[in-house]
């Protein structure tokens, strides 16, 4: 059974840093494009990062969040990464990972949820002053 697992949420106060896990099971996360989203309370889901499949050259990230987070890859341990620091109390979201075994995303198409094949479940952020 194909499966991502979001981990690492958690409360923080303002200025602090988390980095979130999102771990595959049942297939090999390597061969896949990765994108991070975030669903704030009363908000719709927006894309927030994404990394490219194999040794994960190319990235992307909205312009929330650009020089703030950083996302990257462990192939070995079928594991991506969203690096947050500078947290703010806009970031407050469930935050989702998300794979697209696709051949890349033609331009501005990262953010698009359909493309995704997999989905995990949230992890929980929540950033207070």
């Known amino acids: 059974q194909q499966q991502l697992v979001e981990s690492g949420g958690n409360s923080v106060q303002s200025g602090e840093s988390l980095r979130l896990s999102c771990v595959a099971s049942?297939?090999?996360?390597?061969?896949?494009?990765v994108a991070w989203f975030r669903r704030a309370p009363g908000r719709q889901r927006e894309a927030v990062s994404s990394?490219?499949?194999?040794?994960?050259?190319?990235?992307f990230y909205s312009d929330s969040v650009k020089g703030r987070f950083t996302t990257s890859r462990d192939n070995a341990k079928n594991t991506v990464y969203l690096q947050m620091n500078n947290l703010a109390e806009e970031d407050t979201a469930v935050y989702y990972c998300?794979?697209?075994?696709?051949?890349?995303?033609?331009?501005?198409?990262?953010?698009?949820?359909?493309?995704?094949?997999?989905w995990g479940q949230g992890t929980q952020v929540t950033v207070s002053q």
């Open positions: 998300a794979a697209f075994g696709g051949d890349g995303h033609p331009p501005g198409t990262w953010k698009t949820e359909a493309r995704y094949h997999y």
């Open positions: 049942g297939f090999t996360l390597k061969f896949y494009d």
């Open positions: 990394i490219s499949g194999g040794d994960g050259t190319t990235m």
